[in-house]
């Protein structure tokens, strides 16, 4: 079964909203989580990663105030895209770490942006 | 610098033929191996991985993968694939067994013939 949850997985809403989409390990503590961007055809695109209780390191090029990333427990993150923008349509995507483990991701957040 | 190629964009197969996805690596270091697959608007499924030990690692659902350092290769097989392997194959390189970003190939996308 899945070990990380993601939801939404789908979001469709209006130019200047803001989407929040959250990342759960299921069963395990996830001391480190990334987020990824996806575009169509393409490979995923680090965006950010995410430690619990610490400050979310950005990829360069990643606006750190368009992509608010929240780490409160070591089993949630939340990826927040402020007033979103049809450029900001996208498949996003969630992974989660325990230590010497591989990532487990999740299911992803299709984001689209009218 | 870190990178990943995977040559071929897409492959289309017959049902019951063999498989070989190809990749290959730029890592400064010890190199970490991963395969993952993707199917249509669903996140990521770790296949198989390498980090040390044999080089020919088994995974799920068939797969299998050699790592060979001389060429900087770790190309997956399957001897005999099914229409429910269809889907979008990456191949991604790490730092360490469990943490740090991956870097993932652009992506090998799987048709399979009836």
């Known amino acids: 079964g899945a070990v990380v949850s993601q939801h939404p997985s789908r979001v469709i809403c209006k130019s200047g909203t803001s989407v929040k989409i959250e990342c759960r390990s299921l069963d395990f503590q996830a001391t480190t989580m990334f987020w990824y961007r996806q575009f169509p055809k393409q490979s995923l695109m680090l965006m950010a990663t995410s430690n619990e209780g610490s400050k979310a390191t950005y990829e360069q090029g990643v606006e750190k105030d368009k992509f608010l990333i929240n780490h409160a427990s070591l089993t949630l993150s939340t990826l927040t895209v402020t007033s979103a923008h049809p450029e900001d349509s996208s498949f996003y995507i969630c992974?989660?770490?325990?230590?010497?483990?591989?990532?487990?991701f999740g299911d992803g957040t299709r984001l689209s942006i009218l | 610098a870190q990178s990943v190629t995977q040559p071929d964009i897409h492959i289309t197969v017959s049902e019951g033929a063999s498989l070989e996805l190809r990749c290959n690596y730029s890592y400064g270091a010890t190199p970490y191996l991963f395969w993952y697959v993707q199917s249509p608007g669903q996140g990521l499924q770790l296949l198989l991985k390498?980090?040390?030990?044999?080089?020919l690692v088994q995974g799920i659902k068939g797969f299998e993968a050699e790592f060979k350092r001389s060429q900087s290769s770790f190309n997956l097989r399957k001897p005999s694939v099914h229409w429910s392997d269809a889907a979008e194959y990456f191949c991604?390189?790490?730092?360490?067994?469990?943490?740090?970003?991956?870097?993932f190939g652009t992506g090998t996308r799987l048709t399979v013939i009836p």
């Open positions: 992974s989660a770490i325990y230590p010497n483990q591989p990532q487990h």
């Open positions: 390498y980090f040390s030990g044999d080089t």
């Open positions: 991604a390189v790490g730092a360490r067994a469990g943490a740090n970003n991956l870097f």
